[in-house]
């Protein structure tokens, strides 16, 4: 995307695609495999009883097979993304990367499937056979107007959801973004009159879309490269355009779209001039939606019409049309109700469903997780963020309902607030909040400390700091060498800010600073001198001291223990407050926070309540509502032990300043997770698994958030080190760049408070 605020360079994309495992997805087994007993109950002779089930009842197959949450990303590469025919083979990182997003947003398992063939009706042919293996299919980059031919003809031959997200993906939210649009200008869709410029799949869909929800079809007017599409125009029809053809002695899009109050463009960049803009009625509502670069410029929009209200396909600009707040939500609907089809009323109820999520007043656990990033229902953002975490719920639970009142639903939902609630549970809330961080990194760049730039890993992670539109990087290390690296890594090195601990002109005040600090500790003013020169954790602290930045990245070339005595020569913890260490434990639904596990090795009562407060706090930073277990290896006193008195004066402490939180202890982590072992202490407080875990000791703490780390499956974040004056992160010895960026990120954001 150019100009975008995300920028990559194409070895960076390549190296992705290919790193450990080649690809973007693998098939996970849901069931154990671990014995024996467990490959014959999988495979044969256990698998047969469920054969022979499905053959005298095949509606089971969704009982005992993945086939009603499997979707299959189907593509011949006849229109791949913005680069046109590039065949099946090439369209395969594309697919693979829509089936990521299907998982990513929606829990839905998708597989990608390539057909080399540009016939249509080869392609139906291959298409139609694969009914029995999947829930439902999501046609993409499919080139007009064989993508008409294909989707209707699998349509009518498939019982099974069919949908040409290229079309109605787009065609959904451009009109959830009209609805309000409209709201917001007090226009009516019965009267609005609109120009569509652009005659492909997308503006096709889009403008069924809109005539089947309310606009009259006098009023639109449809136009391509050739023209206005008028009725009796022979060159360049076809029977999809023909069916638009307006009544209309305007010839060209200047000529059309006087008077008018939407422009909806689905075309190419610069299509439409300001004087066009102009000449628009009051208030005019323009969806610029060509990518990478919209028919015309928002602020050139803006300069033409102050009054406009503007969309685009873009994450840089304002209400953006982005296919991914429709897709995953609209089939997950469809799935969880074994619909047949997904027809009108469904995209209809969808469309005004992401409407009215716009319009609502974002509450607070949800802002938490937008990083602090309010929205507000206005001209700016008539349209949900793509990382709302209530798209899910609200979507889907529409599109069920409709599927439900339409009659498609083989399956209906006896009671839609529990499955709302189902809704809600299929996602780890921190997956949004983390995107929600990064966006609100973006939206209030601050200036991070880099500490050990000369470092590989360090400077892929600052320039991919930059170039992604999180702030900017302050790098630390030999001018030369950091200079080398930068340009190794194809950055321009004017383009970044270097300091070196040797020769800054600051070093002097960095010296007298530390040096009053420090001198009735031992340490003579060389000292200082030395330690400010070749320490570049000490000249960084200094460096975020003197507020010459906003938070600091350190720790790849010594161990946490080390980095942190020497932060601390530096800098104090906060008022009243006690340095500690998070991991953070992200899998697909589930979120655990581990504290204490790098700072205190015997924390106190206090200590073990105060880490608790603070770690509730990340959590609901991060989405969650917090459950904190104080960890023992004993249950509520069995057995007895030496070190039990720290983790009851601590619920204690809890107790007497009534936190607005659940707390409980002393009990071993499988009570504290497992809602069956749960059941057996009713007195318990927690209302489910505990999502924050207090370690009672840096021994244990450590241990386990490091096995963890490399035994699980979780993705690990951390730690992040909390209680320091200044925002300062510590990353392990052995992190890559994607750790040194989100612990950056969530420096910058102030997430470790």
């Not at 008018?260 to 009051?282: E, H, I, Q």
């Not at 700072?599 to 309540?609: C, T």
Request: charged share 20%; proline share 6%.
């Amino acid at each position: 995307m150019n100009d975008s605020d995300v920028q990559i360079t194409p070895q960076e994309a390549l190296d992705f695609h290919a790193q450990g495992r080649p690809g973007k997805i693998e098939i996970v087994a849901t069931k154990p495999m671990a014995t024996q007993r467990d490959l014959s109950l999988a495979y044969s002779p256990g698998v047969a009883v469920p054969v022979q089930a499905i053959y005298d009842d095949p509606a089971t197959a969704y009982d005992y097979t993945a086939k009603g949450n499997l979707v299959a990303v189907i593509s011949n590469g006849t229109a791949i993304l913005g680069m046109g025919n590039l065949g099946a083979l090439a369209s395969k990182p594309v697919m693979e990367g829509k089936a990521v997003l299907f998982k990513r947003f929606a829990d839905v398992d998708s597989i990608d499937i390539e057909v080399n063939t540009q016939d249509a009706q080869r392609f139906i042919d291959a298409v139609e056979l694969l009914e029995p293996t999947f829930g439902g299919i999501n046609l993409e980059d499919i080139a007009a107007p064989d993508c008409f031919i294909i989707e209707q003809t699998l349509k009518e031959r498939m019982n099974i959801p069919v949908f040409h997200d290229d079309q109605h993906g787009t065609a959904i939210i451009a009109a959830a973004g009209l609805i309000n649009a409209c709201e917001l200008t007090g226009k009516s869709l019965k009267d609005i009159k609109i120009v569509c410029n652009g005659a492909g799949a997308a503006a096709i869909a889009c403008t069924e879309l809109i005539k089947g929800m309310g606009v009259p079809h006098n009023n639109v007017i449809m136009c391509d490269r050739t023209g206005v599409i008028y009725q009796g125009r022979t060159e360049g029809m076809d029977q999809w355009k023909s069916a638009h053809a307006a009544k209309t002695t305007a010839r060209t899009l200047a000529e059309a779209i006087v008077g008018a109050d939407v422009f909806l463009g689905l075309s190419a960049a610069n299509a439409l001039s300001a004087d066009m803009v102009k000449s628009m009625t009051d208030q005019p509502i323009i969806f610029a939606m060509a990518n990478p670069d919209p028919e015309i410029s928002p602020p050139v929009a803006r300069a033409a019409r102050p009054d406009a209200i503007i969309a685009t396909g873009r994450s840089d600009f304002p209400n953006q049309v982005n296919n991914v707040l429709c897709f995953p939500f609209l089939f997950r609907g469809a799935l969880d109700v074994r619909a047949t089809t997904i027809n009108e009323p469904m995209k209809i109820a969808a469309s005004h469903a992401l409407a009215q999520l716009a319009r609502e007043t974002v509450p607070e656990e949800v802002a938490a997780a937008y990083g602090g990033l309010m929205h507000k229902f206005g001209r700016d953002y008539i349209i949900p963020s793509p990382f709302d975490p209530r798209l899910m719920e609200i979507v889907a639970s529409a599109v069920a309902k409709a599927a439900m009142d339409s009659g498609v639903a083989q399956k209906p939902i006896a009671d839609m607030n529990a499955y709302r609630a189902s809704l809600r549970a299929r996602q780890n809330p921190t997956t949004s909040a983390l995107t929600q961080v990064y966006e609100a990194a973006r939206a209030k760049p601050k200036r991070v400390i880099f500490a050990e730039a000369e470092e590989d890993v360090v400077v892929r992670a600052a320039v991919q700091f930059k170039q992604d539109g999180y702030g900017i990087p302050v790098l630390i290390g030999r001018d030369a060498r950091v200079t080398e690296k930068l340009m190794e890594l194809g950055a321009n090195p004017d383009d970044y800010e270097i300091h070196n601990s040797v020769t800054s002109p600051l070093v002097e005040k960095m010296v007298d600073r530390l040096y009053n600090r420090l001198q009735r500790r031992g340490y003579l003013r060389r000292d200082i001198q030395r330690m400010v020169n070749r320490d570049r954790n000490i000249f960084g602290a200094l460096l975020l001291q003197m507020d010459q930045a906003d938070a600091m990245i350190t720790g790849v070339t010594r161990t946490f223990g080390q980095t942190l005595r020497e932060l601390r020569r530096v800098l104090d913890p906060k008022k009243d407050a006690v340095p500690f260490g998070v991991h953070v434990m992200v899998g697909k639904t589930h979120t655990v926070f581990i504290a204490d596990t790098t700072v205190n090795e015997r924390p106190s009562a206090e200590e073990l309540a105060h880490i608790a407060e603070k770690t509730a706090g990340v959590a609901r930073r991060m989405g969650h509502v917090p459950r904190v277990a104080f960890l023992s290896f004993s249950t509520f006193g069995n057995p007895a032990g030496t070190w039990l008195n720290n983790i009851r004066d601590a619920v204690a402490i809890l107790d007497a300043r009534r936190t607005d939180f659940e707390y409980e202890g002393d009990m071993p982590p499988d009570v504290a997770l497992n809602p069956d072992l749960m059941k057996n202490y009713p007195f318990c407080r927690l209302s489910g698994p505990a999502n924050v875990l207090i370690m009672p000791g840096l021994q244990s703490a450590n241990l386990s958030a490091k096995l963890l780390r490399e035994l699980g499956g979780d993705q690990v974040i951390g730690p992040m080190l909390l209680g320091i004056e200044r925002q300062v992160q510590v990353a392990t010895m052995a992190s890559s760049t994607s750790d040194l960026v989100t612990l950056a990120v969530l420096a910058a954001a102030g997430i470790a408070e």
